[in-house]
Every structure is written in structure tokens, then in C-alpha cells.
């Protein structure tokens, strides 16, 4: 048995199962939940000079109260450039600027919206639990072929997939606790 072929596919493994709770984690980040949150802006990005820009490079961005977002821009040419990306952006707010600050009031969530972003925040779930499986399924089908090739005895190979599917486990909690906390923020009123 090549024990250091195996342990470098484990950490492949895991890493994959961590990429993929972080992916989820950073979708949740931008998913808005009727809080300010400045991180809904990190997929904005305005053309500052022909150079696509994000806008926390160009502002600095502060929640002033539980529901209202400031955006204040260094510089001041880009205010309406800032202003007109966000209004473009998918994140459902429309900014209002006095011309030295842009603000983002998040309207109070109703039960049927809280619904389609608990949909949402599933799905999204739901995809990394995918991503998980097929990163599981790559490290079975290598332990599959050392098995057959003889590289793997059949009690290492059970004891294996055993650790495989622990390690799935695990991350799959990961995944549903992190989900069942999001959940409870969106519906807390």
C-alpha cells in the first residue's frame, strides 16, 4: 500500500470539502437578510478609470443602524458612478446619495420574501452537499482502483471508505448547521 499516495488524496479530499463550505459560507455572506450587511457589495464593481474596480476599493463602507448601509467614496467624482452600479446590481435596494455619501436602507423583509431567500439559502446547500458527494466519489474511484490493482487490501479498503464517508459526514453537519443558523436569521423578525 503507497500510504503517501492515500494521505495526499485525503488532503485533496478535504481540502474539496473545504472549498466547497467556504463557497457556501461566502454565498451567505451576500445574501441579504433584512440587516445591513456590507458584504452584499463585494460582487459590485464599477469601471474606475477602464479598470473593472470593486466598490470597497473605492469607499469605505459602514453600517450606520440595523438597516442602513453608508457608502462613503474616497473619490468624489465617483459618487454617481458608485451610485448608478448598485442601482444596477441585482441586490433589490435603490441608493440614494446627497452627493458626498451614498445610503442603502434595507426595507423590513416580509414573510413571503423570508420564504424565497430560506429557498435560496437551500439550494445553495444543497449545491455544496453535491460538490461534497462528487469530491467523495474521485477519492472512492482512486481507493477503487488501488483495490484493484492490489495496491489496497479488502480490509484497508473498508477501513477507508469508512474514513471517507466520516469525513463526509462531518463536513455535510458543517453544512447543515451552517444553513439552520442562516435560516433562523432570515426568519427572526
Known amino acids: 500500500m503507497n500510504q503517501d499516495l ?3 488524496k485525503f488532503f485533496d479530499y478535504e481540502a474539496e ?3 466547497a463550505l467556504s463557497h457556501q459560507t461566502n454565498e451567505y455572506l ?3 437578510a433584512g440587516r445591513a450587511n456590507p458584504h452584499i457589495l463585494d460582487k459590485i464593481s464599477i469601471d474606475y478609470y477602464g479598470v473593472p474596480t470593486p466598490i470597497k476599493q473605492l469607499a469605505n463602507i459602514s453600517v450606520q443602524e440595523a438597516r442602513i448601509l453608508c457608502i462613503n467614496v474616497w473619490d468624489a467624482s465617483q459618487i454617481k458612478n458608485v451610485s448608478k452600479a448598485i442601482a444596477a446590481s441585482d441586490i ?3 441608493p440614494t446619495d446627497d452627493g458626498k455619501i ?3 436602507v434595507f426595507p423590513q423583509l416580509n414573510e413571503e420574501r423570508r420564504k424565497e431567500i430560506v429557498k435560496q439559502i437551500k439550494k445553495i446547500a444543497e449545491d455544496t452537499k453535491i460538490a461534497m458527494r462528487s469530491a467523495r466519489r474521485d477519492i472512492m474511484d482512486f481507493l477503487k482502483d ?3 490493482n492490489g495496491e489496497v487490501s479488502e480490509d484497508e479498503f473498508a477501513s477507508l471508505e469508512s474514513d471517507v464517508q466520516k469525513m463526509l459526514d ?7 448547521g ?3 443558523t442562516k435560516e433562523k436569521e432570515i426568519l427572526e423578525i
Not at 170 to 176: F, H, N, S
Request: aromatic residues 8%; charged residues 45%; hydrophobic residues 40%.
Open 6 to 8: 492515500i494521505d495526499e
Open 17 to 19: 470539502l473545504d472549498k
Open 30 to 32: 451576500v445574501i441579504r
Open 92 to 94: 433589490g435596494i435603490t
Open 102 to 104: 451614498i445610503r442603502l
Open 146 to 148: 488501488q483495490k484493484k
Open 170 to 176: 462531518k463536513y455535510t453537519d458543517k453544512v447543515d
Open 178 to 180: 451552517l444553513f439552520a
